[in-house]
């Protein structure tokens, strides 16, 4: 896979062939991406979850940058947001200690009652497009993506009428987008340090306002504040807008399991368990690089490399899943990657799990005949070799 090829068309609309060739034919394959920056990258399935839990993979955002300009001269990387997701521990640890508590069985279970609420207003929402403009249905803009994104201004938070921009600035950091990196992370960074004075003075019953308690007593600072909840309100949105549109496309695709899901609403747990393995809406986890040399499945990976590890590579592996490129929802298997594994393993999976759920059961029930309203070919995926996304996915609602 080379940088090229990972932005082709036919790459992002069906990256699996590609995974399935650099997979069979080694276990650590080194590929060539943006500016022509040689990154190695582990597939297998074992190989992946062995590497996500080593901490000879190193995750510190500024030595990786430092080893990425070691290799390409002039390459545009941006500034360091150094969060817990690209901190090492003790910073990871600590960090992580400060939120997880947001994210606990008890807590997600709490928020049950908002997610249903937000989601019958958007399926109603829905229920008024399909009257009103039925040519001008798209479910990524008016379901997959506000839901969670409300989900999390409202964790966090933010205020909610913002969520455009924060998805501009979402969609310009994480893809090739007419707002340049640069000028996305200099307009998020202000508006987030803007929004932590405004709520300094009016603290509330929020991550934000826990957040802030926490930098008084010195646990957390200002830049790591601004870091933390740039990375949740991005990583809490980007990824299940993608799980519940390619869930709904891949039912589109596949009338047989979407009847035999319709027919019985308790299988939609397992249910989610598969979309998340077929369509694995983080495909790369974030850059790593070695702290010393590693072998991996016999392939020894020098010192100083930089890293990335295919979870839709291990979740499309045949040695794990028998009939991997197909869709089964009664597999009966969470063995899956999808969110990641090892300390860095996401904080929001049981939360990403529940709207999931809940989105997907809720349409089911409400738009029995849904349909795409496009050639399937036409969809247009997202540019990013890291997500698995759609731009949008027309439908025709029914009735
Ligand atoms: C279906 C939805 C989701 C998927 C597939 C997903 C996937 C992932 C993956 C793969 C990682 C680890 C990446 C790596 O190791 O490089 C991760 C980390 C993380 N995710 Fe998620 N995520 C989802 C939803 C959420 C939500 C809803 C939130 C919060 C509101 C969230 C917050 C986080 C955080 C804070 C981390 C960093 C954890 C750490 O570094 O210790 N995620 N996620």
Redesign the pocket.
Known sequence: MTSTEATQPSFLADPYPTLARLREMAPVSVVDTEGGLPIWVVLRYEDVRAA?ADPRFGQDVERAHQLAKQRVTGLELGADVVH??NTDPPD?TRL?RLIQGA?TNRRVAAMRPMVERVARELLDGLAVRAVETPEDVDLVRDFAFPL?MMI?CE?LGFPVEDRFDYRRWSTAILTHSELSFAEAMADMTAYLRDLLSRRRERPGEDILSDLLRAGDLGQISERETVAMVY??LI??HE??VN?VSTAVLALLRNPDQAAWLRADPARMPGAVEEF?RFE???RM??LRFTTEPVSVDGVLIPADELVLIS?AGANRDPARFPDPDRLLLDRGDAGHL???YG???????L???L??EIAIGGLLARFPGLALAVPEEDLPWRDTLMLRGLESLPVVLGG
């Open positions: 996500l817990m997701l990871h992580r994210f969670p999390v964790l990375l949740l990583g809490g990824t299940t799980l998340l694995s809406p983080v986890a974030t979870l999808a969110f990641g300390i860095h393993r996401c904080l929001g999976a939360l990403g799990k709207e999931a």
